[in-house]
């Protein structure tokens, strides 16, 4: 142990640059090394693409200060509890679900919990969220965001100075993320619903704004390209728009589809409106799912579903947090894409017209 | 607007007992009131049964140090948020996420938000996340504890001096609670099946040391009374030991059931083991839901269910919540119990010998 006197030159010099609560801040560090906390915030959250001078200042400027990640820091201290802040869009969500499932095992083995928080696809209301998570001393951000487009947004999760990692959103090479390959799904969707004939097909996409319904917009209309399928924009929909009564004028309306492709919840949705107008699956309509649960494949009938693997990507997802936390990440942004795999059963057949010409 | 001067003569006075941080906590108000923390927390609580000079003496405190709680106090100021902790077993559970969603809805429209946690049932672990949500500022708590039977517990609740709602929980006269008549549910199931002639009925509970497991036990055994068939603690199970091979070695083994009463979750896992046993229903085995989700309806064959309210419970939880925090609950604990109602749809019909009976 260095004697008091001995480590009485470093401290007024280290105290001078301190903040006066006490252990040097984000903001320190931005003030000694000359720039901004959101370029701090990239240097922390392993980005690349900042200027080599830049990340050297930082790194400079950390190694002077003597500078520890906020939540070392409290994890080090007794008795702390340590919390990860998580963003979804809604907790009814099966998908969504299984992903925090998955994340919160690996993160709870590490000792921490995680905080989780609706956004509904709101961003003022998502962006007060992520400020009160912060003010709340989270100490680090995983989830989806509400527009993964919009580069000030992104600007401004770095202001919270947090380590983040996004699922099923593009994080623009800002931040890592882990993504289920979407389009490939939507893809072996269309694919399978052409070879057996189908050239209405509907399709009800995510969110505008996010990875999610991007992909599947265009997995279906490459696909639709390549079986020579004339896109017709009146057959692809957004989940935010899409209820029963869209839902009954689809399938019920002129140049109805004879084959639709939705997510897990909008899945529901059909099923209920072909049970109330007396439409037959596969006989009138056939049905792809994208994503299960487990009555997927005990409905009536059973359906067919290119599935992703929520669990592996909120697994994934929350290395990579424990990584960014305890600087065992390795160095650049990471990108993770999943890929999807298509289960048949029986909610799929030929088209009517198909079918009906192939009985005479 | 009172005048500078006019407001001086109480200020002094009432700095002398404030917290040197400025305005008055709920321990000061039990220091001036000379009482525990948890006194003063109960009388937040609308608690009743507390001895009324401790009642009188709480009161007088809070008006002399002009006491507001903490979430009134931060609400008033400018850009802060707040927030309800919200505690659930696990996320995955449909109903549990519907409670969580309408509750959401009702506390967000009032500028709260809601940060959800999961116990996984893990007491220990529950205690750190309350005790880690209230370090985090969180103005309230929702939910259901994984132990309603422990004193202990409940005094523990209480020294986290919040407005406490619990939901499907019974909170033994100590905090507001909004429970569904599991007991009843029960009862109807057991009674319909009786009346197709079971005898041999098996019920998958929910978890000990809950309102939920107990009242389950309790209606089942009543019904089964009322019919005269006499208990088998082999039919009897529980959730938390209930996975596939349990299910697969029950309706395989001697002794087994003709007839299976289970909650959302439990009831997938039965459908996996008929499925993968070759088993019939409801030939071999009437199977009913306790809840069900949008796919329980389209199910092959459609499940016949005992369904609750989990929209109606979270938002009368997080309305008795916003009363507590505004100050306009009515005087005394309340508890409010929601029925259950059967629909009757596909998987029952007579047990199998019966039905071979009648056919001879």
Same mark, same amino acid.
């Given at each position: 142990m260095p004697k008091e006197s001995a480590s009485k030159p470093v401290k007024p010099a280290l105290r001078s640059r301190k903040s006066p609560q006490g252990s040097p801040t984000v903001q320190d560090v931005a003030r000694l090394a000359k720039v901004s906390v959101g370029s701090v915030s990239r240097v922390l959250n392993g980005r690349e693409n900042v200027a080599s001078a830049i990340q050297e200042a930082v790194r400079a400027a950390m190694a002077e200060l003597n500078f520890v990640p906020n939540v070392v820091a409290r994890s080090m201290r007794k008795g702390s509890s340590s919390a990860i802040g998580c963003l979804i869009?809604?907790?009814?969500q099966h998908t969504a679900a299984q992903m925090v499932s998955a994340a919160e095992e690996r993160l709870r083995a590490r000792g921490f919990e995680i905080l989780i928080a609706n956004s509904h696809y709101d961003l003022e209301r998502e962006r007060a969220i992520l400020s009160s998570l912060k003010q709340r001393r989270i100490d680090g951000f995983i989830g989806a965001i509400s527009d993964d487009e919009t580069p000030s947004y992104f600007n401004f999760l770095h202001t919270l100075n947090m380590p983040v990692v996004l699922w099923e959103r593009d994080a623009q090479g800002e931040f890592n993320s882990v993504l289920t390959d979407h389009a490939d799904g939507c893809r072996q969707a269309v694919r399978y619903l052409a070879s057996l004939g189908h050239r209405a097909i509907a399709l009800v996409a #995510?969110?505008?704004?996010t990875w999610v319904g991007r992909e599947m917009v265009r997995g279906y209309q490459a696909a639709c390209e390549v079986a020579g399928i004339a896109p017709d924009p009146a057959l692809v929909l957004r989940t935010s728009a899409f209820d029963k009564d869209v839902c009954r004028a689809l399938l019920t309306?002129?140049?109805?589809?004879t084959a639709i492709i939705a997510t897990l919840n909008d899945v529901a949705i059909v099923l209920e409106v072909v049970r109330e107008t007396g439409l037959s699956i596969p006989a009138d309509l056939s049905v792809i799912s994208i994503g299960e649960h487990e009555y997927s494949g005990i409905a009536s009938p059973a359906l067919t579903v290119v599935t992703q693997s929520p669990r592996d990507v909120g697994r994934e997802a929350a290395d990579m947090m424990l990584q960014l936390i305890d600087g065992s990440a390795p160095s650049g942004i990471r990108r993770s894409k999943h890929p999807m795999r298509m289960i048949v059963r029986e909610?799929? #057949?030929?088209p009517p017209g198909l079918a009906r010409r192939k009985k005479r």
């Amino acid at each position: 142990m260095p004697k008091e006197s001995a480590s009485k030159p470093v401290k007024p010099a280290l105290r001078s640059r301190k903040s006066p609560q006490g252990s040097p801040t984000v903001q320190d560090v931005a003030r000694l090394a000359k720039v901004s906390v959101g370029s701090v915030s990239r240097v922390l959250n392993g980005r690349e693409n900042v200027a080599s001078a830049i990340q050297e200042a930082v790194r400079a400027a950390m190694a002077e200060l003597n500078f520890v990640p906020n939540v070392v820091a409290r994890s080090m201290r007794k008795g702390s509890s340590s919390a990860i802040g998580c963003l979804i869009s809604d907790i009814t969500q099966h998908t969504a679900a299984q992903m925090v499932s998955a994340a919160e095992e690996r993160l709870r083995a590490r000792g921490f919990e995680i905080l989780i928080a609706n956004s509904h696809y709101d961003l003022e209301r998502e962006r007060a969220i992520l400020s009160s998570l912060k003010q709340r001393r989270i100490d680090g951000f995983i989830g989806a965001i509400s527009d993964d487009e919009t580069p000030s947004y992104f600007n401004f999760l770095h202001t919270l100075n947090m380590p983040v990692v996004l699922w099923e959103r593009d994080a623009q090479g800002e931040f890592n993320s882990v993504l289920t390959d979407h389009a490939d799904g939507c893809r072996q969707a269309v694919r399978y619903l052409a070879s057996l004939g189908h050239r209405a097909i509907a399709l009800v996409a #995510g969110h505008e704004n996010t990875w999610v319904g991007r992909e599947m917009v265009r997995g279906y209309q490459a696909a639709c390209e390549v079986a020579g399928i004339a896109p017709d924009p009146a057959l692809v929909l957004r989940t935010s728009a899409f209820d029963k009564d869209v839902c009954r004028a689809l399938l019920t309306g002129r140049g109805r589809p004879t084959a639709i492709i939705a997510t897990l919840n909008d899945v529901a949705i059909v099923l209920e409106v072909v049970r109330e107008t007396g439409l037959s699956i596969p006989a009138d309509l056939s049905v792809i799912s994208i994503g299960e649960h487990e009555y997927s494949g005990i409905a009536s009938p059973a359906l067919t579903v290119v599935t992703q693997s929520p669990r592996d990507v909120g697994r994934e997802a929350a290395d990579m947090m424990l990584q960014l936390i305890d600087g065992s990440a390795p160095s650049g942004i990471r990108r993770s894409k999943h890929p999807m795999r298509m289960i048949v059963r029986e909610s799929c #057949g030929a088209p009517p017209g198909l079918a009906r010409r192939k009985k005479r």
